[in-house]
């Protein structure tokens, strides 16, 4: 099966939301994947995001799904760990961190810095591939 429907598992780990505050989305199990990329999808900025008020993405890693680190560049895809949105021309777009680390359990965060005060929309999504048992049964 070279299709991706059979071999990639999408779930929503953060649901869309207009926020101000941190987000952090629900763990993220690996259990039978062997690859990972998350995808942040962005809104529109209600406040004018600049050098100095603006949003970190960014992933922590876990063995236990307890206590959580953020991940070092050599657990990420071309050494992305975070990605910084900072200009208004960064917001309505779809960014992607891919995780090729070692751990069993992820959790993706938005960060805001500065004085946000009517926030921006965030949903993420987890994309599980490289499954142990294929074909991956999608809900």
């Known amino acids: ?16 939301v207009v926020s101000t505050t941190a987000k952090t989305s629900s763990t993220i199990d ?13 809104g529109l900025s209600a406040d004018t995001l600049s050098v100095s008020l603006y949003w ?16 070092a560049s050599t657990d990420c895809n071309a050494g992305v760990t975070s990605i910084t949105v900072n200009a208004p021309s960064l917001d309505r777009t779809v960014y992607s961190i891919g995780y090729i680390g070692n751990k069993r359990y ?34």
Do not use: E, W
């Open 30 to 42: 690996l259990q039978g994947f062997n690859s990972l990329n998350i995808l942040y999808a962005l």
């Open 106 to 139: 992820l959790q993706a965060l938005a960060t805001p810095t500065g004085s946000v005060t009517t926030g921006m929309p965030v949903g993420m999504l987890a994309l599980r591939g490289a499954p142990s048992y294929r074909p991956v049964v999608t809900p």
């Open 56 to 71: 970190t993405l960014s992933l922590q890693h876990s063995d236990d799904g307890v206590s959580f680190s953020a991940v």
């Open 1 to 16: 099966m070279r299709d991706l429907y059979h071999n990639v598992l999408p779930t929503q780990v953060l649901n869309p």
